[in-house]
């Protein structure tokens, strides 16, 4: 298992819509991030900053294969197109990513 963390900005103007998308995530979505080997799968958001901070763990053996049967998924791209504007990516990230991954630099159980 590998833990993930990964952050990006979140737009003023659309707070309230990224939490209404998120009280009630579509069921085919929640099945596919399963199905792609993730598991407590968690946003938090920091306000008045509005930054989105995410963490998962990553129950796969193929990381790369996972995150592109997710991104060719179209019901995930329409997922993706309600969310996306909504965010801000840092302009620092990484060439390819949108949100920005994280090193782990501790954990406890």
């Known amino acids: 298992m590998q833990r993930m963390g990964m952050i990006i900005g979140l ?6 819509e990224y939490k209404r998308l998120h009280a009630a995530v579509w069921p085919e979505i929640l099945a596919l991030i399963s199905s792609c080997n993730i598991r407590s799968y968690t946003i938090f958001l920091r306000e008045p900053e509005n930054v989105l901070f995410g ?54 159980d």
């Open 55 to 108: 963490t998962f763990e990553y129950h796969g053996t193929d990381f790369a294969a996972d995150m592109a049967k997710m991104a060719a998924d179209p019901r995930n791209q329409e997922w993706w197109a309600e969310c996306m504007p909504c965010q801000i990516p840092l302009e620092t990230r990484a060439e390819g990513e949108w949100w920005a991954t994280m090193e782990e630099v501790f954990h406890l």
């Open 11 to 16: 737009n003023p103007d659309k707070v309230a």
